[in-house]
């Protein structure tokens, strides 16, 4: 029998996917300069999520792997996205990155048939451009995004690429700040502690003949 806590969790993940903000701009941006910007509210505390999900946005996005950055765990640029805990970032920020990705795509592919006049129906977005198959002309992205945001909500149901179809998610790339991780620079966010900032600690006593079980008692300290 599966526990109450297992029956749960799938419950639990499709709450939180629900509740996440569905403002493409709010997840990403595509800079004038070529650069694309991804946000979580996730902390990079060592599951390399800085590379995972760069990977997931260059894959869906049609963009080179090195010109995407992440910016995580800072609340005043990065949605609210329940914050880290519970191994949620690979199965619930991973495809809402997917399907953000997808659906900035298909607005740039759009705006460049605007542009052109077209049908998009023969659009194709590779390598940070939309190429207009029959003529061969094509614009950046950064030619497309010039003065304009991702301001649209995500659609109900937007394809994103299959697995098998992955040119830069799941391949293995330069782990982004690898040498701030392997020669200590790197802080992560649980071993940041602030001097003025207190601490619980948790005593527990022997067990005594008033007591059949060790008493636990907490002071604050620094």
């Known amino acids: 029998m599966r526990s109450p806590r297992k029956k749960q969790l799938p419950a639990i993940a499709v709450s939180i996917r629900k509740n996440l903000p569905k403002d493409i701009s709010a997840w990403l941006h595509v800079g004038e300069d070529g650069i694309v910007?991804?946000?979580?509210?996730?902390?990079?505390?060592?599951?390399?999520?800085?590379t995972s999900l760069a990977q997931t946005i260059a894959?869906?996005?049609?963009?080179?792997?090195?010109?995407?950055?992440?910016?995580?765990?800072?609340?005043?640029?990065?949605?609210?996205?329940?914050?880290?805990?519970?191994?949620?970032?690979?199965?619930?920020?991973?495809?809402?990155?997917?399907?953000?990705?997808?659906?900035?795509?298909?607005?740039?592919?759009?705006?460049?048939?605007?542009?052109?006049?077209?049908?998009?129906?023969?659009?194709?977005?590779?390598?940070?451009?939309?190429?207009?198959?029959?003529?061969?002309?094509?614009l950046k992205y950064t030619e497309l995004a010039r003065g304009k945001t991702l301001a649209q909500n995500l659609p109900a149901e937007d394809p994103i690429t299959p697995a098998?179809?992955?040119?830069v998610a799941g391949k293995a790339v330069p782990k982004v700040e690898a040498r701030a991780f392997v020669t200590g620079k790197h802080q992560y966010t649980p071993i940041c502690i602030r001097k003025e900032c207190c601490t619980a600690k948790?005593?527990?006593?022997?067990?005594?003949?008033?007591?059949?079980?060790?008493?636990?008692?907490?002071?604050?300290?620094?």
């Open 37 to 50: 910007t991804g946000f979580t509210g996730k902390a990079e505390i060592g599951q390399n999520i800085r």
């Open 59 to 138: 894959d869906e996005l049609r963009v080179p792997f090195e010109s995407v950055r992440m910016v995580t765990a800072d609340t005043v640029l990065t949605p609210f996205d329940m914050g880290t805990f519970g191994s949620r970032t690979t199965p619930t920020i991973t495809p809402q990155l997917r399907r953000v990705a997808s659906a900035a795509r298909d607005l740039l592919i759009e705006a460049a048939a605007k542009e052109w006049n077209i049908a998009s129906a023969g659009l194709v977005a590779a390598d940070a451009k939309v190429t207009d198959t029959a003529s061969g002309r094509s």
């Open 164 to 167: 098998s179809q992955w040119t």
């Open 202 to 222: 948790c005593c527990a006593r022997r067990r005594s003949a008033q007591h059949s079980s060790p008493v636990m008692t907490a002071r604050l300290g620094p």
